[in-house]
């Protein structure tokens, strides 16, 4: 089944731990994403990668840092400079094309905690 | 700048009736999708509907239609006969079809139905 994994479900870490969350996709989208949504709120565009070994920043970039080797996989490491990093975490991808009627498929999500 | 608009952040609707979530959209481009995504309370995102900004007529799949009024930029999603399972949050989003293919979310709409 093709799909997008996300693991893991739910992450603990202490204050100053850098984390990676793991984004793996098998659609063969050229498009992927990062967004954060906290309780009750919509999503917010952290980074997004259109091809391999390229990506840019979203909306709130400050604290988190990507890389796209592979076409399949879009890790996502939340580092200690972020400053409020407790939150959803949503992975997503897409074909990175023309015209607009490709729907993002999302992963299940990680739930981060740190504390 | 592209937004998003959801103006109702919680609705109630009594089973088997029908619901409109509204969404209201800016954006300069010509050309340009919407789509609206469900996501219960497990967090993942479901797709439900698309509609293109040249499409004459209103998308619908199964009970979900869209009310699509291009000159008022608006984008509503009709829920018919609703379910106690329709109970979770609604995102209205947007993709353009120039530059960097990013979609714009809402701030959500969390429905409700009443059995």
């Known amino acids: 089944d093709g799909g997008i994994t996300q693991s893991p479900k739910y992450l603990f870490r202490k204050e100053g731990q850098n984390v990676t969350l793991s984004c793996e996709q098998n659609?063969?989208?050229?498009?992927m994403y990062w967004y954060r949504q906290d309780p009750g709120q919509g999503l917010r565009l952290i980074y997004y990668?259109?091809?391999?070994?390229?990506?840019q920043k979203g909306d709130i970039a400050e604290g988190y840092s990507v890389s796209r080797e592979k076409k399949e996989s879009f890790p996502l490491t939340v580092t200690s400079a972020q400053k409020n990093p407790t939150a959803f975490y949503l992975c997503?991808?897409?074909?990175?094309?023309?015209?607009?009627?490709?729907?993002?498929?999302f992963g299940p999500g990680t739930r981060l905690t740190v504390t | 700048a592209q937004k998003i608009t959801q103006t109702q952040p919680g609705m109630f609707v009594q089973e088997k009736e029908a619901v409109t979530l509204d969404c209201t959209y800016d954006t300069s481009d010509p050309s340009y999708g919407l789509f609206w995504y469900k996501q219960p309370s497990s967090g993942e995102m479901i797709f439900l509907i698309y509609q293109g900004s040249y499409d004459q007529q209103n998308a619908t799949e199964g009970r979900y239609s869209l009310n699509f009024q291009k000159a008022r930029k608006s984008a509503n999603l009709v829920i018919s006969a609703s379910q106690l399972g329709d109970s979770a949050m609604y995102f209205c989003a947007m993709r353009r079809t120039s530059g960097t293919y990013k979609y714009i979310f809402g701030t959500g709409t969390r429905l409700k139905v009443l059995a």
């Open positions: 997503a991808s897409s074909i990175h094309s023309e015209p607009a009627s490709y729907e993002q498929y």
């Open positions: 990668s259109q091809i391999v070994n390229d990506f």
């Open positions: 659609l063969n989208h050229d498009a």
